[in-house]
């Protein structure tokens, strides 16, 4: 299996692929032919989640031996999360509800970032490479934490991760400080979440430039959604719920299922195209958004244009203008036209926008379609649900489950739909205490109580605990200070 880059005709073994991330012409890496010999979607989905995964990445990443792809599933996700199925499917309403936020941090991100570390971490090992991989991440809130939970005590691996003094919530920042191992480094910098991107971005920058790690026996990656071995895992989950749906008697092999996506970055909606690629009978991906409805227009329209305000929502894990992952759609729809490719990115680095043509919109469109909602209107559907239904989800959920509203009542379908809910209602009390009406008011702790209170959920033992976990990392320093944090961590 060769893995080829969007951009140009460069190519990667799949373990080079996993360790570098990205390609060295910018592009992302795909595999140069959706051909997975012995892979069989109709047995797989038989499969329980752990016998899924093992299928899915044995075939996507065939330089691991089987018994190795087994162990690091195991490693992955056995007793991390909640449920020993990993993703359940629940019925709500007429619909069904894919929870993706059972893991260690309560987001989706987990799914990924549980196993990214041990495909990086032996990818190392198979390329014969001895240095230390140091994973550099600046974080929001949510990403930080689900990358130091994958992380932490991965051999070969240390994680180091930025955090704007100030800039997250409580519970977020108790979450990161009380985060144990001893390959995670934690610090908050005096600044925003933007300095602490460009802190991150320009310390990858000047240590090539200087060669600064030479002699320190570590190289420096990064964790995000660019990653192959990101991407991977998350087509995973879509098999599960389809054979939770055949398994309840409620659809047959072959019959199609229509997927609902809270989507930002494009990773989560395009492991479904993925899964589709790999024989999975999907109907439509829908495609949800918030007010940042760059990919409903585009979905729509066919012209991307990220010249548009910036929109702070209660959904922000989807609060974003440049969504990478849709550059490998792109690639795919067009047919490995590469050079197209690199000229729309262009495009877009430069004119902030590109046009794509009318027969691969006709093509995208056979698969994909897209809604959005505002803030305002998530909160209203969040609370239409929780009372209609006694279902309490997300904000983010709720975004999907509202497209799923208006992608019935405009298109209609036949297909059962399956909503991909991302979060826990519990990371976002404050939103889902005032979708359903009551007082939000107060500490953030307080909140979660007065969620489990009227709700009648449990708080997932993973927030609860964290109010009486020890802190470990509650440094803040200087921005300019972030290079020798990153140097004296390494040594
Ligand atoms: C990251 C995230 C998303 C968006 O997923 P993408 O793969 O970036 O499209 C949606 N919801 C939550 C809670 C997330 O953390």
Redesign the pocket.
Known sequence: MIYRSTRSKITASPCQAILAGIAPDGGLYLPEEFSFPGFCAEETVKKDFYGIAADVLFALFPEFSRREVEEMVRKAYSGKFQTEDVAPTVKVGEDYVLELFRGPTC???DVALSILPHLLSKSRGKLGVTDQIVILTATSG?TGKAALEGFCDVEGTKILVFYPHGGVSRVQRAQMVTQRGSNTFVSAIRGNFDDAQTGVKNIFTSFAEKNTMAGTGARLSSAN?INIGRLAPQIVYYFKAYGDLLREGRIAWGDKVDFVV????????LAGYFARLLGLPVGKLVCASNANNVLTDFIRSGTYDKRRPFYQTTSP??DILVSSNLERLLFLLSEGDDGAVAQWMKELNTDGVYTVPENLLAKLKETFTAYCLSDGEASSVLGKVYKETGYLCDP?TAVAMGAALEYKEKEGTENPVVVLS??SPFKFSRPVLEAIGEDAEGDEFDLLRRLARVSGLEIPKSLAELEELPERHSGVIAKEAMPDFVLEKIK
Do not use: E, Q, R, V
């Open positions: 987001a989706f991100k949510d959604s809270p989507t930002g970055n494009f990773g989560n909606i894990s989807m983010h991302t979060a």
